[in-house]
Structure formats: C-alpha cells, structure tokens
C-alpha cells in the first residue's frame, strides 16, 4: 500500500486482546478508539445484531486515555462467540484516524472492511445489505443513506456514486463497506496534511481517479452521531477553507475538470 509502504503498519500497535470461533468470516468491522468510552459499546453492540452468522470486529485503540479499551475488552470477552474473530490492538503512541484505519486494515485479513468510528452505529441489516450490493454490483465499495441522531436529528446527504460531484463537496459518509484489494489499490488511507479530517472524501476521490465505483443503498443502515464533540463540529466544520484547498491539490484532475464545465 503506497500510504503505509515506507513503514511497518502494525507494528505500530500490539495486541491488547483476542479471540477466535468459527470460520472465517467475509467482512471485519474495523472501530477506531480514541477516549469514547461513552459511546463505544454502543458502537459494538450494533456489530453483535447484524443478521450475518460470520462476523469479525478488530478495535484500534489509539492510545485513548479513558476507559474505552478497557470497556471494549470488557464487551468483546463476553460476547466472544458472536464473532469469527475479534481483537483490540492498541496504538504505542496516538497516531490519528487515518492511520487507525490503516492498522485495521494491516491486522485484519477479510476481503471486505467496514469502517465504524466509536461513536456511530449500524442498523440492522446493515451488512448483509451492503455485502450483497457489493456482490451483485462489482464496485468497489457500497454506502448507504445516514440517520442523524444526537444533538440533531434527520436525514443525511449521500446520493448516488457520480465521481464529478466530489469536486463538489464531499456526499459519502466513511460508514461504508470496502473491498480490501480496492482499498489497497488505493493505498489505504492517507494522512491529510491539515490534519481536520476528510480521509474519508480523499478515499473516494482517490477512488475516483482509479475508475473504481461506488454503489449507494437509498436504506438508512448507518446511524451517524452529531454531538459536540464529533469531528465534523470540531474540526471539519470550521477547516472547511483549508480542507478544500488541500483536496484541490491533491486531486487536481478532479477539481480542473469541475472548473471547465
């Protein structure tokens, strides 16, 4: 992967805890932590209700400073027969989303990802659904329709996968289900220089440039968060002109091609 090439990914981290049943499993869950304990064992117990027999869940516990890596050890060693193969590893030192992301990538080995940060949720039958889109479409990865809750509630803004729009804005929540070898076509996910967030929308561009597609389910599957403290509020929101200008230069094709129609 050209984003985690110049070093040794897991190496990053070592494992806090692991269980094994069953056989494998198609899709891994891949939880990024950092110091929400609050929310995490929400975020786990929508993993437990999806409908699919064979499920797998790996936490990335970024160095977190609560008691989240401690709860989630907690709640997967008693629900460690719902899952193929469930695992925490927890970062040496704080690395940030992305590089979370990628170490779920790195200590997992299941042909399709799905990233859920600590503090959303999946609704059932999230998985299943999406799984079965990937399967039927051949894209590369499949996201559906978001329900706000928290701080606000309603209904989110994906649409349909159209490349041309994300010089736009950014459409695609990073609640969706990936296929790993599109993801390390790609590289993973990059490290933003700005540092505000948007990995997500960097993926898809990347995507994007790559001729790789997405498939949108017009479901609500995913539950996103809007509290005070989420990203979006603190950080991608009031970034939003940097941000912008980074994506610019990162992927100028896509923004010049915007810029002549």
Request: negative net charge; glycine residues 8%.
């Amino acid at each position: 992967m050209s984003a985690m090439r110049s070093y040794d990914v897991a190496g990053l981290g070592e494992v806090a805890y692991q269980s094994r049943h069953g056989d494998e499993a198609q899709i891994a869950v891949v939880i990024p932590l950092y110091n929400y304990a609050g929310t995490v064992l929400e975020a786990l117990d929508s993993v437990v209700r999806q409908d699919l027999p064979s499920l797998s869940v790996i936490v990335i516990d970024d160095a977190s400073t609560d008691q989240g890596g401690a709860e989630a050890r907690s709640f997967l060693e008693q629900n460690a027969a719902r899952f193929t193969e469930a695992r925490i590893v927890r970062h040496r030192h704080n690395q940030g989303l992305s590089m979370s992301r990628n170490s779920g990538i790195a200590w997992s080995s299941e042909p399709y990802l799905f990233m859920l940060d600590a503090d959303n949720r999946l609704r059932p039958p999230a998985l299943s659904r999406l799984l079965a889109a990937l399967q039927c479409s051949g894209a590369a990865f499949a996201y559906s329709q978001l329900r706000w809750f928290g701080d606000e509630e309603g209904i989110g803004l994906a649409d349909v996968w159209e490349p041309a729009r994300l010089a736009n804005d950014n459409y695609i929540d990073a609640m969706a289900l990936i296929r790993r070898d599109a993801l390390l076509m790609a590289g993973g996910y990059a490290g933003l220089a700005d540092g505000h967030g948007w990995e997500d929308y960097d993926l898809w561009c990347r995507f994007a440039e790559f001729g790789l597609e997405g498939v949108f389910l017009p479901e609500l599957l995913c539950d996103y968060r809007v509290h005070g403290a989420s990203m979006l509020r603190t950080r991608t929101n009031i970034h939003y002109g940097a941000l912008m200008a980074e994506m610019r230069l990162r992927h100028p094709g896509l923004f010049r091609a915007r810029a002549k129609r």
